[in-house]
């Protein structure tokens, strides 16, 4: 018989043992073999192959944030989310040093994360260890301190990436009068997917206008072509809503809140709750709970047929002894179990104060009610991270290699 040397190889058959590879091995060996290879790596028909196979399998992304004298360095670890045992199967780590800390606003997007400091942003693939630096935007007044928060969003019908700054001055958030008009500012800056190899920092970013002065209070979900993200009113003192922002129109939109609920800054969260905008309550005071050690959430759902209405379905979860019981919980959001089951993902959050350094992972079938806890597998080291987040579904990209 003869042989075939693997180079010489159909690109079809090719692509189809390629996308079987890990990334890892792809873009720091596979990459290197020739110029064959490269090109077929490169190319955007197989970076397309390989997202339609990485979906398949997504992951849970948690950030760490360790801070020194002169640097910070950025941690940013993946594990499968239906391997079993889960958190601690194919196990991934990044590590960033910088001297700014910079810090990942929101979930990721496409396999890529939004990672910021101040007015500078860069994307980063933190399974390739690849970047994407943005142009630097500009404060209101340059001469005052301001507040500014990035939200960054996918659109998969239109393949644009988005990325939108609030600014508000500081001292105008604590500033109420009749006479005392609060400055604010919103920009975009919009990438589509084909532009990513290319030089983006001649872009500019563009102002926008919106009509409802508010500074946001919850980091962004972004879901079909829509930002959302909890805020409140510059105008209206106490009054609290959630901040709708299509993508594709670039018009913003208040949804009325929950009756009688109103946000807590930066404590609340919005999540995926299986395609649907969920609004969770999170209080801080180790998620209400009971002296028995069950935890009960406040967890609204947005009817997205219906502009004001919410359907309110807390989730109520047993005690899980007594390693945890001090332990706050954040959602996540849903993935889908194994079997198609609908599970709601909690977390702990690292750092002060609750001065938790060992990371945890709670899943609650939303139909049967059973609890599952899964201590991180090869996670950080205890007392040298803290502001641990854990995001659901985001899943290996080629992108930006």
Request: glycine share 4%.
């Amino acid at each position: 018989m003869e042989r075939t040397d693997i180079s010489e190889l159909p690109e079809d058959i090719l692509k189809e043992i390629m996308v079987r590879v890990p990334l890892e091995s792809l873009v720091d060996q596979c990459i290197c073999v020739c110029k064959k290879w490269r090109s077929t790596i490169r190319g955007e028909e197989f970076k397309k192959l390989y997202w339609a196979q990485s979906i398949t399998r997504p992951r849970l992304l948690f950030d760490y944030i360790r801070t020194f004298a002169q640097h910070s360095d950025y941690l940013l670890q993946s594990v499968y989310q239906q391997e079993e045992p889960l958190l601690s199967s194919a196990l991934k780590k990044m590590i960033i040093s910088s001297a700014r800390e910079y810090k990942m606003f929101c979930a990721p997007q496409r396999g890529l994360v939004c990672l910021g400091y101040e007015t500078k942003f860069v994307l980063c693939n933190p399974a390739t260890n690849k970047f994407k630096a943005l142009p630097e935007c500009k404060r209101l007044r340059p001469e005052r301190e301001s507040k500014i928060i990035c939200f960054f969003g996918y659109d998969e019908v239109t393949k644009v990436f988005t990325f939108l700054i609030s600014e508000t001055d500081y001292r105008c958030t604590r500033k109420f009068s009749h006479n005392y008009k609060p400055l604010m500012r919103q920009q975009v800056f919009t990438v589509e997917l084909a532009e990513l190899n290319e030089n983006i920092k001649e872009k500019p970013w563009r102002v926008i206008k919106c009509e409802h002065n508010h500074v946001p209070v919850t980091k962004s979900l972004c879901l079909k072509g829509v930002l959302y993200y909890g805020a409140k009113s510059l105008v209206e003192m106490d009054k609290s809503m959630i901040i709708s922002f299509d993508m594709r129109s670039e018009v913003f939109t208040i949804i009325d809140m929950p009756k009688g609920v109103k946000l807590a800054d930066f404590d609340d969260r919005l999540v995926n709750y299986n395609g649907e905008v969920c609004l969770v309550k999170d209080s801080g005071d180790v998620n209400h709970v009971m002296e028995d050690g069950t935890r009960v959430y406040e967890i609204y759902v947005k009817d997205e047929n219906a502009i004001r209405k919410w359907r309110e379905e807390p989730v109520v979860i047993p005690c899980l002894g007594d390693a945890v019981r001090n332990v706050r919980f954040c959602c996540a959001g849903t993935i889908n179990g194994a079997t198609g089951e609908l599970i709601l993902v909690f977390a702990t959050e690292l750092g002060a104060p609750w001065k938790e350094t060992t990371p945890f992972v709670l899943y609650y079938d939303t139909a049967t009610r059973k609890v599952r806890l899964f201590k991180v597998e090869g996670g950080v080291d205890e007392d040298l991270y803290s502001s641990g987040r854990t995001f659901v579904n985001h899943c290996d990209s080629l992108l930006l290699s």
